[in-house]
């Protein structure tokens, strides 16, 4: 069964600081992995999503990597912001899964003015 | 563009009670979920349906039933509430293999 973990599971950091959440999972056998974001009490954004042939995606300040091998990723943000203030979540799709996306639990993350 | 609605955005339950969670989307996507999240637990997989006209279990599809209704609805009923069945629903769609894109949830509490 496929699982996925995410640490930290809260991260505090200053403004303008650039900082890594990760992401692992145990079965190296995925379609794809999506990172989302997820405002309190809102539901989840799509933020990027790599494909299992691609190493990494970019979005402004936000870059993804993905390494199957050793089952990780990693979403980097550049010079963070308050509004950056969300819980971020990872999922990972399997190819034989039915389109089923398996969720990590999240890193909170806290951007301070 | 609206994206994926769901309705209602809040429901008060009494155990037993029963209700039907409606989804809708506009994007044209074959693949229509049903998740539940529930502090510690994360994102679970209820139901999902990969196309119009199958349904498939995910992972916690005890005590509901869904309904794909057409290409566009796919709705969540709980037949007799449980006040294990308090949580924030989410209904999500896909073009098979493609991001997901979710909607704003619904917040259920069963007394």
């Known amino acids: 069964k496929q699982e996925v973990t995410q640490i930290p599971a809260a991260l505090s950091v200053p403004e303008g600081e650039n900082l890594v959440l990760n992401c692992s999972f145990t079965?190296?056998?995925?379609?794809?992995l999506q990172w989302f974001r997820q405002d309190p009490g809102k539901g989840l954004t799509s933020l990027l999503l790599?494909?299992?042939?691609?190493r990494e995606q970019t979005s402004g300040r936000l870059n993804a990597s993905l390494d199957k091998s050793s089952g990780r990723s990693t979403l980097y943000i550049a010079a963070s912001q308050p509004g950056d203030s969300a819980t971020y979540l990872c999922?990972?799709?399997?190819?034989?899964?039915?389109?089923?996306?398996?969720f990590g639990e999240g890193t909170q993350l806290t951007v301070n003015p | 563009n609206a994206g994926v609605t769901q309705t209602p955005k809040f429901q008060v339950l009494k155990t037993g009670q029963s209700m039907t969670l409606q989804c809708a989307q506009d994007?044209?996507?074959?693949?229509m979920y049903w998740y539940r999240q529930d502090p510690g637990m994360g994102l679970r997989l209820i139901y999902y349906?990969?196309?119009?006209?199958?349904?498939d279990k995910g992972e916690v599809p005890n005590g509901y039933n869904v309904s794909r209704l057409n290409k566009r609805e796919f709705s969540l009923r709980l037949e007799s509430a449980a006040p294990s069945q308090t949580s924030v629903y989410f209904c999500?769609?896909?073009?098979?293999?493609?991001?997901?894109?979710f909607g704003p949830g619904t917040r259920l509490t069963v007394l």
């Open positions: 999500a769609s896909s073009a098979t293999g493609l991001s997901q894109y």
């Open positions: 079965d190296s056998a995925i379609y794809n």
């Open positions: 790599i494909q299992s042939s691609q």
């Open positions: 999922a990972v799709y399997k190819e034989t899964s039915g389109s089923r996306l398996t």
């Open positions: 994007m044209n996507h074959n693949s």
């Open positions: 349906s990969a196309s119009e006209g199958t349904t």
